[in-house]
């Protein structure tokens, strides 16, 4: 049986899905379907990981700083504002996708490449999320709608202004927040995830933000100065890149920082196939690696309850507006621990970044 997202509305609603599945089928014939992870670039973080004695040494609190995930698009609801209504950015793509993607990140090594030994590891990193407090909540989570704007000549609606939704509506198209994973691995390292409809470009990745040295030699402009960042870009222009610091030529010392990328499309000299095609086959040949298992789904509608109960019941909690075609709402950057940090802003190409590169 494959079941496609939403797997319920909220946990308890999940529960039941679950408790309903399993009256007439066993967990293992059970394919509960994400297509992120049917993407071939999320699969690679398996192997940039567990394939490189490079990376897996670094991959801890000793060295990594802070993690950033964002996955945004450009676009609006288009024709889904009557589903989107009732869902909202937290269900429709933080608490499926972008965990997802934080439990392959944050995984201990599996003992082997079996599909139970991997999502083994994925639930005890949601088992590990820090509970979201109402402190928490109210100082660490941001939630935002988009707001008509004029972009290049053209007029964009804002949210409430989209066909099927409700013109008072409270729905979030914005959600940022941080989090923390509490073992031995992750303790005290935030996470800080993203995701929004109507930014600047559609991207998806995530920035393993190394720690500076411990003593800094040289001029620095910024915090961040002297902070390597790995980035795996998961779509579009898939690829790898990591940023470091080189000497400028001439006298002095100035330091720079540059790129060194590897783009996937290198590697692609034969068909590749869609992310649905590929999970459809997994299915078909009984792997169930990249499906999502019962207890991985509760365990991540159980950290993002707290947060739909405290929107629903406390309506101070701010819902702040943000121009359509800007990077979401202005506080979302007081969520990053220090002041000198910021969110990166991604374009289209892996090799780019900056605030409005794609607009």
């Known amino acids: 049986l494959i079941v496609e997202k939403p797997f319920g509305y909220d946990l308890e609603s999940a529960k039941q899905l679950n408790r309903k599945l399993l009256e007439y089928f066993d967990e293992p014939q059970i394919y509960r379907i994400d297509h992120y992870l049917g993407k071939e670039t999320v699969q690679n973080v398996f192997v940039t990981r567990f394939a490189n004695g490079i990376f897996e040494p670094l991959w801890n609190r000793n060295y990594v700083h802070h993690v950033e995930i964002t996955g945004v698009e450009n676009i609006g609801v288009e024709t889904r504002g009557g589903y989107y209504d009732t869902s909202g950015a937290l269900r429709d793509m933080l608490q499926n996708h972008l965990l997802q993607i934080t439990g392959l990140i944050a995984m201990e090594p599996p003992s082997s490449f079996e599909s139970d030994s991997i999502r083994n590891e994925i639930i005890k990193v949601f088992q590990s999320f820090r509970p979201l407090s109402e402190t928490d909540i109210n100082k660490n989570v941001i939630r935002g709608q988009y707001l008509s704007s004029k972009i290049k000549g053209e007029t964009l609606p804002g949210y409430r202004e989209e066909k099927g939704v409700n013109p ?22 935030p996470f800080y995830i993203r995701t929004g409809k109507r930014l600047p470009t559609r991207v998806t990745e995530v920035v393993i933000h190394f720690k500076p040295t411990p003593h800094y030699l040289f001029a620095r402009k910024s915090i961040e100065d002297g902070c390597n960042q790995l980035v795996i870009r998961i779509q579009p222009d898939e690829g790898i890149l990591l940023k470091f610091g080189m000497k400028v030529p001439g006298s002095g010392f100035n330091v720079q920082n540059v790129n060194m990328d590897f783009h996937y ?24 690696t990249l499906y999502q298992r019962g207890d991985a789904v509760e365990a991540a509608w159980e950290f993002v309850d707290p947060v739909l109960k405290a929107w629903k019941n406390n309506p101070d909690i701010p819902l702040h507006g943000y121009p359509a075609g800007t990077w979401g709402p202005e506080n979302a950057d007081d969520i990053i621990e220090e002041k000198n940090f910021k969110w990166r802003y991604p374009c289209k190409n892996l090799i780019n970044d900056g605030l409005y590169c794609e607009l």
């Open 265 to 288: 499309a290198d590697l692609m000299n034969t068909y590749l196939p869609s992310a649905y095609e590929r999970l459809l086959y997994d299915c078909m040949i009984g792997d169930s």
């Open 168 to 189: 008072s509506s409270k729905t979030e198209t914005y959600v940022a927040l941080k989090l923390f994973i509490d073992n031995w691995r992750w303790g005290g390292v």
